[in-house]
């Protein structure tokens, strides 16, 4: 069977300054990863970030490494500005949560969560 998807959320935070946009599309998808499993995925200006079970177990045992509860994703974040930015984390508990943060040099920081369809054993 194909992977299905479906949109789950899209939002933009306009940037007044230029008259620009960050666009975020949040998609769930009935088989992601190597596993081929329910995930979802976030888009998010270029980046495709993919939550399934095999990437978010090595998020989930850096973050506890680290002592961490909220796992930035770095390599798929945009953080070179204080003032604008995208950040994108895994948020540890029960459920599971996929986290996006968006600002822009206009606007006040815009966060929404996501609950992952899967729990780590």
């Keep these: 069977m ?3 998807t479906t949109v789950l959320d899209e939002w933009l935070v306009k940037d007044l300054e230029d008259n620009s946009s960050i666009n975020v599309t949040v ?19 270029g980046y495709v970030i993919t939550f399934e079970p095999n990437i978010v177990a090595q998020w989930a045992y850096k973050a506890g490494k680290q002592g961490l509860t909220e796992y930035l994703i770095e390599d798929k974040s945009w953080i070179y500005y204080d003032d604008r930015y ?3 984390y895994l948020v540890l508990g029960d ?8 600002k822009t040099r206009s606007s006040k920081p815009i966060t929404r969560e996501y609950e992952l369809p899967f729990a780590m054993e």
Excluded: D, F, W, Y
């Design 2 to 4: 194909a992977n299905v």
């Design 27 to 45: 998609e769930a998808g009935t088989e992601l990863g190597n596993s081929g499993v329910p995930g979802i995925q976030v888009r998010c200006m």
């Design 86 to 88: 995208t950040k994108h």
């Design 95 to 102: 459920p599971l949560k996929a986290k996006v943060i968006v």
